[in-house]
């Protein structure tokens, strides 16, 4: 599609953040830099918890990787969710996340992160660590979904002091980790905090889950090519 039939279905679609997402696209690559990044922004403003808006974020701020840092538990999904065709999964997540059993709402937030939905894997964390308030995976959750390219300090004023309430729980220092390595092109310095991180989520917790992924993160930091 044309940039002018763009401009004119941005003008009838003005909260469509698809359609704006493609308009900056169209204006990049014609050389408009400025009009690129207004749309982008609309798009991100547009509809915030679609996977445009949070495309149009990955253009918006290209000195962070693409996406955003997803939640990731120590437990695994209910038995025989694996069976069923994608669509069936999500709403069975969505049905078990409906009674008051913190990882169940933890599972639907997670997949509704990986499907873009920010804000709504947002709040289904916030009402895990409701349920759960004393439990560190469920504030993890809720700490890793505020991290927000425009302003990454909500989701670290909250995982910082999980470091002291709960000095032992790999959860807390995998996520502080892996959220430390994302400012890698921004503060270059919080890698080494990164990777200390993450040597601690496997020395708290060397049997966990976390233990192995931490593992392979520090492994590929340590074969990645020095610049």
Not at 25 to 30: E, G, K, L, S, V
Not at 207 to 227: C, T
């Amino acid at each position: 599609m044309s940039l002018a039939k763009l401009e004119r279905l941005a003008l009838e679609r003005r909260r469509d953040s698809l359609v704006l997402l493609h308009l900056g696209f169209a204006n990049f690559w014609a050389g408009h830099s400025a009009e690129a990044t207004t749309a982008w922004r609309e798009a991100a403003e547009a509809q915030p918890d679609s996977a445009s808006a949070q495309r149009a974020d990955d253009w918006l701020y290209p000195n962070f990787p693409p996406g955003q840092p997803f939640f990731v538990p120590t437990f695994g999904p209910p038995a025989g969710l694996a069976d069923l065709a994608p669509p069936a999964q999500l709403a069975a997540l969505a049905q078990a996340a409906r009674g008051r059993d913190a990882h169940a709402k933890l599972l639907y937030g997670l997949a509704l992160q990986r499907l873009g939905h920010r804000l709504s894997a947002r709040r289904q964390y916030d009402a895990a660590a409701r349920l759960a308030p004393r439990d560190p995976e469920a504030l993890v959750a809720a700490a890793v979904a505020r991290f927000d390219k425009r302003s990454p300090s909500g989701a670290f004023s909250r995982l910082g002091p999980l470091t002291r309430r709960f000095p032992k729980a790999p959860t807390v220092r995998f996520h502080l980790g892996v959220l430390l390595l994302w400012l890698a092109r921004t503060q270059p310095g919080s890698v080494e905090e990164g990777k200390r991180q993450l040597r601690l989520a496997q020395a708290e917790g060397p049997d966990s889950p976390l233990a192995m992924q931490a593992k392979r993160l520090l492994a590929r930091l340590a074969n990645a090519p020095k610049k």
